[in-house]
């Protein structure tokens, strides 16, 4: 017997949060999120979202152990903004049994309808920092921080369900040459003296003005925010959710891989990048402290693999190229520390401008992520 139930109080929020570890502990691909980050993600307080979006958290239960878990959210903000009437689901997670998922998005379907929505899409969160899209290709493969992982199962539920697809995120992974290209720092220095750009010394500040630093962080997410603002699934941030998002840069940022693009002192580009923290992760099983932090310590200061967080252009310096700034100071950075290879992180399969920073390198499409689509009926 199949029951749902809808949740909210933290102790059933918890048991939302540990299914996904529970039903992954064995695999070694997965990154699990951490209970702090997940709690705060789904709290009015902490999350700002909460302001524009409402959100609903459903547990299933089958023979009275839990078989799946999935969150619908209302954004109301995306809404306004595309003018669509769209449901958003996340965390998604289910064993495999038809049954269960249809008994979850059952759920889903009902409050869509309920609120007068035309399509349920997902999976997709509160705004783009976060993790989005089903992963559809790529499973023997270590997801990042900021990806999705999933059993290819959950692929079959969804075409069960009459689920189209709706866009893709696709993943490289660049091995890192072992010697820095003489023509892209002369090309990036060409370009720094005819535009008047120059990079921040994020090094120097972290270490001795970090206000400075605090101040071009919410400057770079500033044009992050502009950047993306008209790809899919994004929503504009306001200055709480930005606040957030530097807490969780400075968790895992190494100046090497740091590179801010300044004109007249202001960020006008930008590009993160972390070491992995899969591994970490999975010795976390939700909580840094205690199993995590031997693993973190080494994560930090042993890099064999980096990830892509983000890299954003001001559309004004778009065609100025200010991104080549950000790969000459980044793959000096990589170099340096000897890291093998580069994640990117899911990019949209349409997004020309990203996925053509990666050419000239050696590059292998690993992992696909899907943001799928339901009609409402």
Excluded at 171 to 192: F, G, N, Q, W
């Amino acid at each position: 017997m199949i029951t749902v139930k809808q949740i909210s109080s933290k102790k059933d929020k918890k048991k939302f949060f540990k299914f996904l570890i529970d039903l992954y502990k064995n695999n070694p691909y997965i990154a699990p999120n951490l209970f702090a980050d997940e709690f705060d993600e789904f709290d009015p307080e902490v999350n700002d979202a909460f302001r524009f979006a409402d959100c609903k958290m459903f547990l299933a239960y089958k023979d009275g152990k839990i078989a799946g878990r999935v969150a619908g959210i209302w954004h109301r903000g995306a809404n306004e903004k595309t003018g669509l009437k769209q449901l958003r689901f996340t965390r998604f997670d289910v064993i495999d049994d038809f049954e269960v998922t249809e008994a979850l998005f059952a759920e889903l379907f009902k409050w869509a309808k309920e609120l007068g929505m035309d399509e349920i899409i997902g999976p997709i969160s509160f705004s783009d920092l976060n993790e989005e899209g089903m992963l559809i290709d790529g499973f023997d493969r270590p997801s990042t921080y900021i990806e999705i992982y999933n059993s290819p199962y959950y692929v079959e539920h969804m075409q069960k369900l009459g689920a189209y697809k709706v866009v893709d995120w696709n993943c490289y992974r660049i091995t890192v040459p072992e010697k820095h290209d003489e023509r892209l720092e002369k090309l990036s220095a060409m370009i720094a003296k005819k535009n008047g750009y120059t990079l921040a010394d994020v090094k120097y500040l972290l270490k001795h003005d970090r206000k400075k630093l605090d101040g071009y962080i919410m400057q770079a997410l500033d044009v992050l925010d502009e950047a993306f603002k008209d790809l899919y699934g994004t929503s504009p941030l306001n200055e709480k959710q930005k606040a957030r998002e530097m807490k969780t840069i400075y968790q895992a940022l190494i100046p090497e891989l740091a590179a801010v693009v300044l004109k007249d002192d202001k960020v006008i580009a930008y590009g993160f990048m972390m070491p992995s923290m899969n591994t970490v992760l999975q010795k976390a099983k939700g909580k840094i402290f205690p199993r995590g932090i031997i693993p973190y310590i080494k994560a930090m200061s042993h890099v064999e693999v980096a990830d892509m967080m983000s890299i954003g252009v001001l559309p004004e310096h778009a065609n100025k190229g200010a991104v080549a700034l950000i790969m000459d100071s980044c793959l000096k950075g990589l170099i340096k520390l000897g890291v093998k290879y580069l994640e990117t992180g899911p990019e949209l399969e349409n997004n020309a401008n990203v996925q053509n920073l990666w050419k000239n390198y050696d590059r292998e499409l690993c992992k696909r992520h899907r943001c799928w689509g339901l009609k409402v009926g």
